[in-house]
């Protein structure tokens, strides 16, 4: 099995602690960040993922809006770019604790969070990054 993550969400499983947009949204984060913990890997997807399965029949549900899509793509640029890899439709990623460590140090850096403009979770996310990831429900297999 493998866990269908779109390339935005990459970097908001990063700062992960337990808050989301409706106890629902949130009991499926915990459920999918659970199973990365055990090293299930991920599959990359264009579109709603299975963090965004709550909220799909929410009125005013942003997940398949152009500038989440924008968001997805400028994700994936920055990502691929930073772990020297493609980054597309259909490629498997294991955060591992190498790759884990090395995707909230560029986080944390700046270098791969231009998808993160606009974001309304922007400022937590850089408080969470500023104190060292202490918290955060993601960690790694290994």
Same mark, same amino acid.
């Given at each position: $099995?493998?866990?269908?993550?779109?390339?935005?969400?990459?970097?908001? $499983?990063?700062?992960?602690?337990?808050?989301?947009? #409706?106890?629902?949204?949130?009991?499926?984060? %915990? @459920?999918?960040?659970?199973?990365?913990?055990?090293?299930?890997?991920?599959?990359?997807?264009?579109?709603?993922? #299975?963090?965004?399965?709550? $909220?799909?029949?929410?009125?005013?549900?942003?997940?398949? *809006?152009?500038?989440? /899509?924008?968001?997805?793509?400028?994700?994936?640029?920055?990502?691929?770019?930073?772990?020297? /890899?493609?980054?597309?439709?259909?490629? %498997?990623?294991?955060?591992? /604790?190498? @790759?884990?460590?090395?995707?909230?140090?560029?986080?944390? *850096?700046? %270098?791969? /969070?231009?998808?993160?403009?606009?974001?309304?979770?922007? *400022?937590?996310?850089?408080?969470?990054?500023?104190?060292?990831?202490?918290?955060?429900?993601?960690?790694?297999?290994?």
């Amino acid at each position: $099995m493998s866990v269908s993550i779109r390339p935005h969400h990459l970097l908001c $499983m990063l700062t992960y602690l337990g808050k989301g947009y #409706t106890p629902a949204f949130v009991q499926n984060y %915990s @459920t999918i960040v659970q199973r990365l913990n055990e090293g299930e890997p991920i599959e990359l997807v264009e579109g709603p993922d #299975t963090l965004c399965q709550p $909220m799909l029949d929410e009125p005013g549900c942003h997940c398949r *809006n152009e500038s989440v /899509r924008d968001r997805d793509r400028t994700a994936a640029a920055d990502i691929a770019l930073a772990l020297g /890899r493609p980054l597309e439709k259909g490629n %498997s990623i294991i955060l591992d /604790r190498q @790759t884990l460590s090395f995707l909230r140090d560029a986080f944390a *850096n700046g %270098s791969i /969070r231009k998808a993160c403009q606009g974001c309304e979770w922007q *400022n937590m996310c850089s408080a969470i990054a500023r104190n060292e990831f202490r918290g955060c429900h993601l960690t790694s297999p290994d």
